[in-house]
């Protein structure tokens, strides 16, 4: 089994080069359908995994939910309505489909905490795709449709909660170099021009054929 993971800076392009390199190899790739399975198989709308995925809750949130379980008839709602499910199973659940994923065959897995759930497999590449600030928030704003000072927000936000979902739940540092076999500048090399060195790497690794 070969499998690659690519963590990605909000902006910088990395999910398109994750599904170029799935594409060019002929592997599966998890990405937006990761959204859809954690949601089926916790039984909550794809819209709540969304929001919360990758991101770690306020503690406004934390005392919501632990109140929700302790004393559910404190808060407002119907009485028979499902509670989200809890942080701890949103992981739990997130790192099995992860697991499962890699089980299945060859696979791209684009964040989620992979390159964390993954790190001591040795057949598995971990790929971090990067750029400059300017080059995040312009990207930013041109996909989203705003502003570049709205966007600027939007990065810096995106990334800050990246950096500490992976730390709270698997302690390790989103953006330390070490954590990962390759580091993609996406500015400069283009998104086809990432993907084509992932891609030959890959196959160098895993010595599959082009």
């Avoid at 800076?9 to 799935?22: H, L, N, P, T, W």
């Avoid at 819209?47 to 632990?66: D, F, K, M, N, W």
């Avoid at 990065?155 to 990962?180: C, G, I």
Wanted: glycine share 6%.
């Amino acid at each position: 089994m070969a499998i690659i993971t690519v963590s990605r800076m909000y902006g910088s392009g990395g999910s398109e080069v994750a599904e170029r390199i799935a594409h060019e190899l002929a592997w599966q790739l998890l990405d937006n359908a990761f959204v859809d399975e954690v949601a089926a198989r916790l039984g909550t709308p794809a819209a709540e995994v969304e929001a919360r995925e990758e991101r770690v809750p306020s503690l406004a949130q934390r005392l919501g939910a632990t109140l929700a379980l302790g004393a559910p008839e404190l808060l407002p709602g119907p009485a028979d309505a499902t509670l989200p499910p809890s942080e701890e199973r949103l992981i739990e659940v997130t790192e099995r489909i992860i697991i499962d994923a890699a089980g299945r065959g060859h696979s791209v897995i684009v964040g989620r905490g992979a390159q964390s759930v993954l790190a001591s497999r040795e057949d598995v590449l971990h790929v971090f795709c990067y750029a400059p600030r300017p080059a995040l928030v312009a990207r930013a704003a041109r996909r989203l449709a705003i502003t570049e000072k709205a966007a600027e927000k939007v990065v810096d936000d995106t990334n800050r909660q990246r950096e500490q979902y992976v730390r709270t739940y698997w302690k390790r540092s989103w953006l330390a170099h070490e954590n990962y076999h390759l580091c993609v500048n996406t500015d400069w090399l283009g998104l086809d021009g990432a993907a084509e060195i992932v891609v030959r790497l890959a196959r160098h690794k895993f010595a599959t054929p082009a």
